[in-house]
């Protein structure tokens, strides 16, 4: 079984210049989340997807941040425009449902992103 | 909101040592779960709780959900090489849909 797919996995760009992340979940997934990684600390939950609706994003700096899900399967994180404090590893995760049980979600390998 | 504290924040340890690592948090989580992180990867699941006392082994991982629902602990015997990275604990509160709260992290040197 394949597991959940991002790209790039590498990105630099400059302050104030806009970036795209892709992330491909697990088939058969209808949960998506995207967190935040800063060096040194655990990730952070963005933004959560039930199939192509938005579930959570109350942590999802919504000024310059922006995600969509729209057929219910891939889906794209945006910022725009980039801050320095936006370096960081931006991790896509998928699980069935958060009803389903066993709830577990599985990461996929991770964009690191870095704003110079 | 709710935090979890993860200790220690790093181990030095020798191959063949047991390693023992902990989270609490300040409120009830209803599942509890340990990953693991290499660099430049994503988390890569271990073991998960799902009830209060339970006692879960993953080959030489052995990770309990504490009986308060406020704490876990995992252990990892025998230590390897490979047994290097970062280790997280993550607690699922029931309340907040899937949503999971990651502790700090744990880095695990092990030398050979």
């Known amino acids: 079984e394949a597991g959940v797919a991002q790209s790039p996995r590498y990105k630099i760009i400059e302050k104030r210049q806009s970036v795209a992340f892709w992330c491909n979940p697990i088939s058969g997934h209808a949960t998506l989340y995207w967190y935040q990684q800063i060096l040194g600390q655990g990730p952070k939950l963005l933004i959560q997807?039930?199939?192509?609706?938005?579930?959570?994003d109350s942590q999802l700096p919504k000024d310059r941040f922006s995600a969509e899900r729209l057929k219910g399967v891939d889906s794209t994180l945006k910022i725009q425009p980039a801050k320095l404090e936006d370096s960081a590893v931006y991790l896509c995760?998928?699980?069935?449902?958060?009803?389903?049980?066993?709830?577990?979600?599985?990461f996929g390998p991770g964009t690191r992103l870095t704003v110079l | 909101g709710q935090q979890l504290n993860q200790s220690p924040q790093s181990m030095f340890i020798q191959e063949g040592e047991d390693v023992s690592m902990n989270c609490t948090s300040s409120?009830?989580?209803?599942?509890w779960l340990w990953y693991k992180q290499d660099p430049g990867e994503g988390p890569v699941l271990l073991i998960a709780?799902?009830?209060?006392?339970e006692l879960t082994s993953n080959g030489r991982l052995t990770a309990q959900f504490g009986i308060t629902r406020k704490d876990s602990f995992l252990n990892i015997s025998a230590s390897i090489p490979s047994d290097v990275g970062i280790y997280f604990c993550a607690g699922h509160g029931g309340t907040s849909y899937g949503k999971l709260t990651f502790g700090q992290g744990t880095i695990l040197t092990v030398h050979p």
């Open positions: 709780l799902y009830k209060a006392g």
């Open positions: 995760a998928s699980s069935l449902s958060p009803g389903a049980f066993p709830n577990e979600q599985f």
């Open positions: 409120s009830i989580f209803n599942t």
């Open positions: 997807f039930q199939n192509n609706g938005v579930v959570d």
